[in-house]
């Protein structure tokens, strides 16, 4: 019996069941576990708060092809030197964001540039009358203010069609150009600075005008527009910045010229364009003279195919040259094009201070007749002047200081008066410019330049289409090489490896 007991004794007692222990090996393991998952959750949680904080341009990568999320350089040089509190309003909800889906993202990008951008979202269906005080329309999508001025963005030119006639004539699809970001620059830099140059366009003598367009254009750049006339004999005001004469088809009188003459002496400056009449304006010839230059009779014709449209010589496409009145092309090394364009001379008696300077020009294949309208052909024949021929100037007129060397005061000297000629209209002509952008460029470069606008800002539009992608053949066998062969090689290795040291254990 006592061995019996003994026996009996050192059976191992059974555990009481119960549904939840809290100890022993499985208990520990689940605690590890749980814990480990709630020490997972909590640093995606503190990741997520702080990823939160990041900037945007550093969360989100930009894999667009033409950087269509990324500041431009002028972008962040503007957002660098902001000295005052910008309020950029976005008059826009769910609909209007998904209308404009770049906006968005743009404007998160500035403001995470600056601490002085603060970005309010005003939705129009609960905020019905906030834009009235800014005579804001039922198309204003952004208000940007500053302490100075304000000023408004349309939500119509945020983009542009680049290809309209290619569109209509030829049934392309359609290619647009993403402009806010040259928009938003501009306005802010326009509600900061101290003061805004203002251009005045001469009329009463058939010229040609700027169109709605381009007026937009010009203002969207910071400057302000106002038509003149001085058949009264008032002069040119004494806040123009620049004037412009456009192609006159008649002749400026005797009180006209002067008051030119005597706003240019005292050191304003002008954008003017050749004539496109036959007439004789002898006072609009003398103001090109005294400045060094005379506007050549007769078209220009372009000789390499090269630098010309296919059959047509008159269209020409020049070479540009680097200068800060051609900063917005050469920086983006863009194209104009120039049609029915007459040459322009340097003349050769001109004073010492006065510098002229080939903007564009054509080869020397190229040449000039004179009688364009009787020629019965294209092509060059005798008597037709050669190339090369410059298109567009840029001329200085300087003042050194008394005393100094004539090398020195090319040196030292300020420009004091600014003028830009160009020798056809077809810069400002939509028909033309809706195809060659940068014949706009050109013209805001020029006036930037000449107005003295050292931070002016232009950046150009960038594309929104879908372009497709193209491989060469070698591309092609590059990456066929890499998803049928190497990738798949790789996998099976991996998986022998895996395998053999499974079967070794």
């Known amino acids: ?78 957002l660098k030197r902001l000295d005052m509190d910008v309020t950029i309003y976005f008059l826009g909800n769910k609909s209007i964001e998904d209308r404009y889906p770049e906006l968005s993202r743009l404007l998160g990008n500035y403001e995470d540039g600056s601490d002085k951008i603060k970005i309010v979202r005003k939705d129009p269906e609960l905020y019905p009358n906030f834009g009235t005080k800014y005579e804001a329309t039922s198309s204003t999508v952004l208000i940007v203010e ?63 005008e700027f169109d709605d367009t381009l007026q937009e254009y010009i203002k969207n750049s910071n400057i302000t527009l106002e038509e003149l006339s001085l058949a009264t004999g008032g002069g040119v005001p004494e806040d123009a910045s620049c004037i412009a004469i456009i192609a006159p088809k008649s002749d400026l009188n005797d009180t006209e010229t002067k008051a030119v003459s005597k706003y240019l002496e005292a050191g304003g400056n002008a954008m003017i364009f ?58 983006n090394n863009g194209y104009i094009l120039m049609t029915d364009a007459k040459s322009i001379a340097e003349t050769e008696n001109h004073k010492d201070n006065i510098s002229v300077t080939t903007l564009f020009s054509t080869t020397e294949s190229s040449y000039r007749k004179e009688n364009a309208t009787d020629s019965k052909s294209v092509g060059k024949e005798k008597g037709d002047s050669e190339g090369p021929f410059a298109l567009g100037v840029a001329i200085t007129v300087t ?98 490896f895996v395998t053999i040291r499974r079967n070794r254990k």
């Open 146 to 208: 500053s302490e100075k001025r304000t000023k408004l963005i349309d939500g119509t030119d945020l983009y542009t069609l680049t290809n309209q006639e290619a569109v209509y004539y030829y049934g392309e699809a359609e290619k647009y150009e993403f402009n806010g970001e040259n928009l938003i620059a501009n306005a802010v830099n326009y509600v900061t600075t101290d003061s805004v140059p203002k251009l005045y366009t001469l009329t009463g003598h058939g010229e040609t």
């Open 399 to 496: 003042e050194g200081t008394e005393g100094e060397t004539e090398e020195e005061t090319e040196s030292t000297a300020e420009p004091k008066t600014k003028l830009v000629v160009y020798g056809s209209t077809s810069l400002i002509s939509q028909n033309i410019y809706m195809q060659f952008s940068y014949n706009v460029a050109e013209v805001l470069s020029s006036l930037g330049w000449m107005c003295d606008t050292e931070d002016s800002i232009a950046i150009a539009g960038k594309s929104i289409s879908s372009e497709a992608l193209t491989l060469t053949e070698g591309d092609v066998n590059k990456w066929m090489s890499v998803y049928l062969i190497m990738i798949p090689v790789i996998t099976i290795a991996a998986g022998i």
């Open 274 to 331: 050749g004539s496109e009449t036959n007439k004789e304006l002898p006072n609009f010839n003398s103001l090109l003279e005294q400045y060094g230059v005379t506007m050549e009779e007769g078209i220009v014709y372009e000789g390499d195919a090269n630098y010309a449209m296919t059959d047509s010589p008159t269209y020409i496409v020049p070479k540009v040259e680097t200068h800060d009145a051609n900063s917005i092309v050469n920086e």
């Open 1 to 78: 019996m006592a061995n019996k007991q003994k026996s009996n004794n050192l059976q191992p007692k059974k555990e009481k069941s119960s549904l939840v222990r809290f100890s022993g090996n499985r208990f520990r393991n689940g605690s590890f576990s749980a814990t480990m998952i709630l020490i997972a959750i909590a640093i995606v949680v503190v990741l997520n708060l702080i990823v939160s904080k990041v900037p945007s341009k550093y969360r989100e990568l930009d894999m667009s092809g033409n950087k269509l999320y990324t500041l431009d350089d002028q972008s962040e040089e503007l």
